[in-house]
């Protein structure tokens, strides 16, 4: 819908209706997919052209990046949910499946929208069970700032930050490097990691060391292993080894640097492994394409073995079969192409690269 946010607005006070605000860019990727493939389907145009004003909105013209200011838009897409005084009812963000943008047409008139919970909080609500639910919606519509200030709030109220729904919203707020949060973090990193997830618990503590340590070398690219391990060396502690070999492989992968990559990924999973499926994969592939040598490859093979353990699918039972096929077990890749084939064609997954396997000698 092509109109004014004032005439939407007015639109929507008139018909007593919620606008429902795709902000998007012209360069946004999962933008261009939402368009293409759900906000046509049908199911979607009846639940949104019943229940709200429709208008797609430009962050980068026209009104747009006031928009962008007045809602907290930094991310792409975001979806709003604006009444008609212009207070936001509810979000959400990014590339999201048909069932899940209709459960976000129902939270929209959930009793624990956005707009609810703002309510709730600026009217001194201050609750466990409802602090632990409004920090948590927070995080997850990309609301950092007013998170973090609740999640703050909240935990100062506990007196054990043990339990699993705390640490999960710990590892989304962790803080600043040195802060509270953050240092129970770390040294409570098993218990974390066991409550989160391994892989999870990673990537949220590299990234704010990440952030920490180009801010202070003023770089928006990788900083070297120097600059990062300084970082590691004022505040990581004992996790200090962890961290430094993390980051040295997920360096080399997004540089695209395959010989710094292979040495520096069997370092850090023969160390400390991974519980994340579609981790070992991920790296057990790479060594697939990338390698002849016999003792990468059998490190690979043992991710792969892993991987399928978590969680079989198609795409690491696949990664196995080829795997057993470059280290001369044609029996086991036959057998292993087999199930992959299954997994494929019970999820509706193209599998021809696979067969090739079965005509191999």
Known sequence: MDKPFEALLAQAKAENKVIFIDAFTTWCGPCKVMSAKVFPRPEVGAVYNERFINAKIDMEKGEGPALATRYNVNAYPTYLFVDGNGDIVHKGLGQIPVPEFLKLAEAA????????????????????????????????VNEAEKAATVADEYLASLDNWNDPAVLSLLIANPGELGGKRMKYLLDNSET????????????????????????????RSFPEIEDMTETYDAFAGDFKDRLTKHYTMIKAERMGDTDAYLPAAIAYFSAYGSDNATELNSAAWSVFESSEDPAQLKEALKWAKQSVAIEAQYPNMDTLAWLYQKTGDKKMAKETALKAIELAKESGQDYEDTAKILEME
Do not use: C, H, P, W
């Open 109 to 140: 008139f959930g009793d624990n929208n956005l707009g609810a919970l703002n309510k709730r909080y600026d009217a001194g609500e201050r609750s466990a069970e409802f602090m632990q639910t409004y920090a948590g919606i927070l995080t997850d």
């Open 192 to 219: 974390a990691m066991e409550s989160v997830g391994e892989s999870n618990f990673m990537m949220m503590v590299q990234q704010a060391f990440f952030s920490t340590t180009a801010k202070r070398v003023d770089t």
